[in-house]
């Protein structure tokens, strides 16, 4: 379910997207938001009315119809013949199979696509639970290189940096302590760590770069601080790496990203 729902999302941020292009950044950043939750969201509510499905369609949609003990042995010539119900075993990942009842006569697509994808349950569990292992170490790996970031290669600022960045914490009523480093490792100014945020700026940025340029670049990685966006991240990993295998799930995050580079230009 999670590959036609998730598809849907996409299409309708798209949509969204498109329509409030002329809008400002903020409102296009809360839109693809609002689908991000939704992509949370869709296979939770999915799995709760998962049991709801199964139930057989014929006795779903007429239970009287369904009945199996008739009180006359009239009633019993009048009924018309139900419909051929056989019981197929479902493969799950664990030792408890339960018998689902299926009617062979229905055509729905999706009792079509069940019987298409049962066979292959083993299968397809097993390459996502790899996929999901395997997406997993990427932010742990992302960790360790933070923590070798702001340890390896960084050297402290000049009192005038210092200066222009506590300025600019007070203006954008910044709360939590934020550090400034120069470091020999990156390439580009980048903020790391959410409660004890760590601006790094490239050891060849400082003398190159005018003062007015350089409040700039400070600015903006503040309201990355300011806004949370490293926790926002986080979930965007969470969700990349549950599904990894949607094309949809790339796209809409990589369109959060963009977004909120332009909100924190904006701020």
Request: net charge positive; proline share 6%.
């Amino acid at each position: 379910h999670s590959f036609w729902q998730l598809t849907a999302v996409a299409l309708l941020a798209w949509l969204f997207d498109r329509a409030l292009r002329r809008r400002s950044s903020s409102v296009r950043y809360l839109s693809l938001l609002v689908a991000l939750l939704l992509m949370i969201a869709s296979p939770v509510v999915t799995w709760l009315m998962l049991p709801a499905s199964l139930v057989d369609p014929v006795s779903a949609a007429n239970p009287d119809s369904a009945s199996i003990a008739l009180d006359t042995p009239a009633q019993a010539a009048n009924q018309e013949p139900a419909a051929p119900i056989e019981i197929a075993e479902v493969p799950t990942t664990g030792s408890l199979h339960k018998p689902v009842a299926t009617s062979v006569s229905s055509g729905h697509w999706m009792n079509r696509c069940a019987e298409f994808l049962t066979p292959w349950l083993g299968t397809i569990v097993s390459v996502w639970s790899f996929g999901v292992l395997m997406f997993s170490i990427r932010p742990v790996v992302s960790w360790v290189n933070v923590q070798r970031l702001k340890r390896q290669g960084t050297s402290a600022v000049s009192e005038s940096v210092q200066q222009t960045l506590a300025m600019l914490s007070q203006k954008l009523k910044v709360r939590q302590r934020v550090d400034v480093l120069i470091s020999t490792v990156v390439t580009s100014p980048i903020v790391v760590g959410c409660f004890r945020s760590v601006i790094l700026l490239p050891a060849s940025f400082i003398a190159g770069v005018p003062p007015a340029q350089l409040e700039a670049i400070l600015a903006h990685e503040l309201a990355h601080v300011k806004r949370y966006d490293y926790l926002v991240n986080l979930i965007q990993t969470l969700v990349e790496t549950l599904f990894f295998s949607h094309p949809a799930v790339w796209w809409l995050s990589h369109r959060i990203r963009i977004e909120r580079e332009n909100c924190c230009d904006d701020m």
